[in-house]
């Protein structure tokens, strides 16, 4: 729904779905991180250190949902068009009832791979903590339990376009669990405590998500009676491709890093790592602001209309993406090289975050077109897209570490992104009959190549020029070629935030 703000238009549900989803990604970002520096103060980096190696374990599992969490998104958009209440149930109960047995079988099998890989290391797990630290492993694996559930219920209101309800839910969830994080570090307890709290905070998320559900549609019931298996069958068809996808793209951060720490050092993993979740951090925020588009385009029926969704709003979307950037990667890298240098104190992940920020940029000005094709069911051609990319990656880093023996082998990384970037862009040419120079000109694309080449000369004088200076020069560069784009953006908000507030406000001639 959207309501009325005078002259100064309307505050559609999608920028204020969009509004959401950023916020909280944001709130979730910095909790994130707040969270694991007080925690490493608290504990001592060895004790801590279980920890983070026991969440690893579950955090790859959380990952693999064999792709129904997309699926569900999509079908259920699909029949929320149709105003389909049956058919809605029937996708609810089919999922739920996945989501339950996936769940059950991804606690096993974490379980069985941590206890056999952990437990029987006394270099992971002290003889002495043992019934301490199997304790956590298993709080651990609880939370994991919840949270695939709850991701389940979230993947249905994302279907259900309900992006504010469940964004404000997990924000609510974030403030929990920083508290009760606080209050464990406080009194000073042991991890058991630090997974117990977890644990509650898991439950009391998934208890948010059913009383959403309850109230958000209640034509829909939380029953288990309504599975199908022809629907299974259909959404596992797609649900395959779409998981096969996301094994090849988280394939490619352990491969980085093994070739890395393989041809150049176990040190340069450490910094990569640190430059990797910066990088990943601020592409994160763009895409999961636009998360709503996979909804929308999962509704579009009639296939003569893909052309003009992609020359309107996909195109749009990739313009902001290509602003968004340059405000960030361009004219905020000083502001950011500050902070990695105050924060963690290394000059080295300076230089790989500058790397790194090409090939995210290019990813934001490619998401809302990977998003299209998958929204249309093109999950298999995006799985080899995510297979050439590995392979690419693979091959370029082996060529800039081995052959070259520096850093920048990097890059490696920039010319497998670029590359699926341009297959997207003759998949929709080739079949939806989409000018490539059009599609080019809306999305400002030449802006991204000046931006790539002002980021990747900053990266390469980085080491021969002030470090500072060169950022610096940087900044200015990208507030010189985006400053009409930073202009119209400032009078966009400022109108949006004067209809917001004073709804009523008749526009000044």
């Known amino acids: 729904m959207s309501r009325t703000l005078g002259k100064y238009g309307k505050m559609s549900s999608d920028k204020k779905n969009s509004f959401f989803l950023a916020l909280q990604y944001f709130i979730s970002i910095i909790n994130s991180f707040v969270i694991l520096k007080l925690c490493i103060d608290s504990y001592s980096a060895k004790y801590f250190g279980v920890w983070i190696v026991f969440a690893s374990l579950w955090g790859v599992g959380g990952s693999v949902d064999f792709g129904f969490g997309t699926a569900i998104i999509k079908f259920i958009a699909e029949a929320r068009r149709d105003d389909d209440a049956a058919k809605m149930q029937v996708i609810f109960s089919t999922g739920l009832v996945t989501f339950l047995n996936l769940g059950t079988i991804m606690v096993t099998v974490c379980g069985l791979i941590g206890y056999l890989a952990f437990f029987t290391n006394p270099n992971i797990v002290d003889s002495s903590r043992y019934l301490e630290e199997l304790t956590v492993f298993l709080l651990l694996g609880a939370n994991f339990f919840l949270q695939y559930i709850s991701g389940f219920l979230r993947s249905f209101f994302e279907g259900m376009n309900s992006f504010i309800s469940s964004g404000r839910i997990q ?78 793209s988280v394939l490619v951060d352990p491969l980085i890093k093994y070739v890395i720490g393989n041809y150049s050092s176990l040190e340069s993993v450490s910094f990569y790592e640190i430059a990797r979740r910066f990088a990943i951090a601020i592409s994160g925020l763009f895409q999961t602001t636009f998360r709503n588009l996979f909804p929308k385009v999962s509704m579009l029926t009639d296939k003569t209309k893909y052309n003009e969704f992609i020359t309107s709003e996909v195109a749009r979307i990739s313009k902001i993406g290509i602003v968004y950037s340059g405000f960030v990667f361009g004219v905020g890298s000083l502001f950011l090289a500050i902070l990695i240098k105050i924060w963690y104190g290394r000059t080295e992940s300076i230089l790989m975050f500058l790397i790194l920020a090409i090939p995210e940029s290019i990813n934001c000005f490619g998401y809302s077109i990977y998003v299209f094709l998958m929204g249309i069911g093109k999950a298999s051609f995006l799985a080899l897209i995510q297979f050439i990319n590995l392979v690419s990656v693979g091959a370029a880093l082996w060529i800039g570490f081995v052959v070259f023996h520096s850093k920048y082998g990097l890059i490696g990384y920039t010319f497998s992104v670029t590359l699926s970037n341009i297959l997207m862009l003759l998949f929709i040419k080739k079949h939806y009959g989409v000018v490539i120079r059009e599609f080019a000109g809306k999305g400002e694309l030449l802006k991204l190549i000046l931006l790539f080449v002002a980021l990747f000369a900053a990266a390469v004088f980085v080491r021969e020029i002030n470090l500072f200076t060169v950022l610096a020069l940087l900044s200015i560069f990208s507030v010189l070629l985006f400053f009409r784009d930073f202009y119209y953006i400032f009078l966009s908000i400022k109108k949006t935030a004067l209809g917001y507030f004073i709804p009523n406000r008749q526009q000044v001639e």
């Open 171 to 248: 924000m609510i969830n974030t403030v929990v669990i920083f508290s009760l994080v606080c209050i464990v570090l406080l009194l000073k307890l042991s991890l058991v405590f630090l997974g117990l709290a977890y644990c509650f905070s898991a439950f009391t998320l998934l208890l948010s998500y059913i009383y959403l559900f309850r109230v958000i549609d209640r034509r829909i019931s939380l029953t288990l009676f309504a599975f199908k298996w022809e629907v299974f069958r259909h959404i596992i068809k797609y649900s395959s491709a779409v998981q096969l996808g996301t094994i090849f």
